[in-house]
């Protein structure tokens, strides 16, 4: 896809995530949001997977371990074939496959059940050890939250990544500064974000999260990476796209009512318009 296509798709899983949360009544759009345009371009441009053989033994990995936001997760997805669309409706409802944190029994496509936070990225990096023990030339990504990044488990995980020299890994932090509790500088903060896993020897890269030019070419950058894992800093916005959701810690795990919904999804489809005059 090019970078338009990229963004109209970005804006179709925003629209995805408002109308599943809705249905839901519950779930967590914030951070769903803020990382809708990492989504989009693992799923539709950087990851080696077939929507029609999910377990290819060959395709990329991938660990949302911050798995509360599963309903951006879905969206992607979804739209990418692993499912019906139609099902992003049901998420969190008894009986849907789509449960308010990723499950890899359930759900095609998922490659880690996760929502415990900082658990993810340990997983994600034993996929990663097992590619090296095969011998094998897949990717491993996972995408954390900067909050999460305030559990210990997540620093014990990137210690061993560089001890492994795991370079065939991507750990990327959405880092929209809020968490449930508020500001994440105020609750405990994980600044410098940066230092922290250059520390930890990764290769860093700061960018934009929502300028996919940036995206495009740190993913590339990270597959030049020799000797050791890579860590993609995307500064975000929480809530990105509907304009009363924007930097409101509020709105972390906190369901649109039909009113809030008309408007959110107003605020979409104006995205999508300008987007379709590009």
Request: hydrophobic share 40%; with cysteine; proline share 4%.
């Amino acid at each position: 896809m090019n970078t338009l296509e990229l963004k109209k798709m970005a804006n179709v899983v925003r629209e995805d995530i408002i109308r599943s949360v809705h249905s839901a009544k519950a779930g967590h759009p914030g951070g769903s949001l803020s990382a809708a345009d990492i989504f989009t371009y693992l799923y539709f441009e950087e990851m080696k997977v077939d929507p029609k053989n999910p377990d290819a033994p060959d395709r990329d990995r991938f660990v949302l371990s911050k798995g509360h936001t599963a309903p951006g997760y879905y969206a992607a997805l979804a739209r990418r074939g692993f499912f019906p669309v139609e099902d992003l409706v049901t998420l969190r409802h008894i009986g849907s496959h789509l449960q308010g944190h990723p499950c890899k029994q359930h759900t095609p496509g998922v490659d880690m059940s996760s929502g415990s936070l900082g658990q993810g990225i340990s997983a994600a990096v034993g996929m990663a050890i097992a590619g090296k023990f095969d011998g094998a030339d897949y990717r491993v990504y996972t995408l954390l939250g900067d909050g999460e990044l305030q559990e210990g488990q997540v620093w014990e995980a990137s210690m061993l990544a560089a001890h492994r020299k795991l370079d065939n890994l991507v750990v990327i932090v959405d880092n929209n500064g809020l968490q449930i509790d508020g500001n994440v500088a105020d609750v405990n903060s994980p600044y410098p974000i940066d230092k922290k896993f250059e520390a930890f020897n990764f290769h860093v890269i700061n960018i934009d999260g929502h300028d996919f030019d940036q995206i495009r070419a740190a993913f590339a950058e990270a597959k030049t990476v020799k000797g050791r894992p890579t860590a993609i800093i995307a500064k975000t916005v929480k809530g990105k796209g509907v304009s009363f959701m924007e930097n409101q810690a509020s709105w972390h795990g906190t369901a649109p009512n039909d009113e809030q919904f008309a408007v959110a999804m107003a605020d979409l489809e104006k995205v999508g318009e300008a987007l379709c005059q590009k």
